[in-house]
């Protein structure tokens, strides 16, 4: 069975940092792209970033470019996020998703979706 | 950017009749490179269609998708209980990004 399991939320201070993993498993990572999407309480869906199935394309959404940083480890099939600098504005569920197409620098549609993890940013 | 509009924001419908859903992309989407997701409450997104017309594996044929440019349209034949959700446009066609669109609720008349 496809699985993604995201971990890593928590309820932290603006300013403060926190980092996000996705476990894959029932696939093969490591030649699929990968998404983060987050998702405000009641709000639609935002992308945040993609990485390509070899790291070759990294994307951000403009909301996060220059605080966030994604990255991958093939080896333990995990999908990471670095966020540094949150704000309230960063509350959301934030989901681990998989690309639709193979060994592809170029982002398509996520097929696959995991549960979530949550992240508040409150003081 | 490529901004993506979805009209309307809710619609009240019941079971049995047919819904037509629209998204509107702000220019042009590459290769009609968009997609259709639904998601119930409490649930993650679930693929429905992609390249605007194709349906993904195991969707119902009483979904379908059109549309090309920046206007593009999903279509459900016949309404079933479990069709009430809100649905997303996602355009992919200005990689490395991808945007959403707001969203259309679809409720139970």
């Known amino acids: 069975e496809v699985q993604l399991v995201e971990s890593g939320g928590d309820l932290v201070q603006p300013g403060r940092s926190l980092r996000l993993s996705c476990a894959a498993s029932g696939f093969t990572f490591d030649i699929y792209g990968m998404h983060w999407v987050r998702q405000a309480p009641g709000k639609g869906l935002e992308w945040v970033s993609g990485i390509s199935w070899n790291g070759g394309s990294i994307g951000y959404a403009d909301s996060v470019k220059g605080r966030f940083t994604i990255s991958r480890d093939n080896a333990k099939n995990s999908l990471f996020l670095q966020m540094n600098s949150l704000n309230p504005e960063d509350t959301a569920l934030y989901y681990c998703?998989?690309?639709?197409?193979?060994?592809?620098?170029?982002?398509?549609?996520?097929?696959?979706w995991g549960k979530g993890t949550t992240v508040t940013v409150s003081s | 950017e490529i901004v993506l509009t979805q009209s309307p924001g809710t619609l009240s419908l019941s079971p049995g009749e047919r819904v037509t859903l629209s998204c509107r992309a702000s220019?042009?989407?590459?290769?009609?490179?968009l997609a259709w997701y639904q998601q119930k409450a409490g649930q993650a997104p679930r693929l429905l269609i992609y390249?605007?017309?194709s349906r993904a594996t195991g969707i119902p044929d009483r979904f379908s998708g059109s549309g090309s440019g920046t206007d593009f349209t999903l279509t459900i034949s016949r309404l079933e209980p479990e069709d009430f959700a809100v649905y997303y446009c996602?355009?992919?066609?200005?990689?490395?990004?991808?945007?959403f669109g707001g969203g259309t609720k679809v409720e139970i008349k």
């Open positions: 996602q355009q992919y066609g200005s990689s490395p990004s991808l945007t």
């Open positions: 390249d605007a017309s």
């Open positions: 220019q042009s989407v590459s290769s009609s490179y």
């Open positions: 998703a998989k690309d639709r197409r193979v060994r592809t620098n170029y982002y398509y549609s996520p097929d696959v």
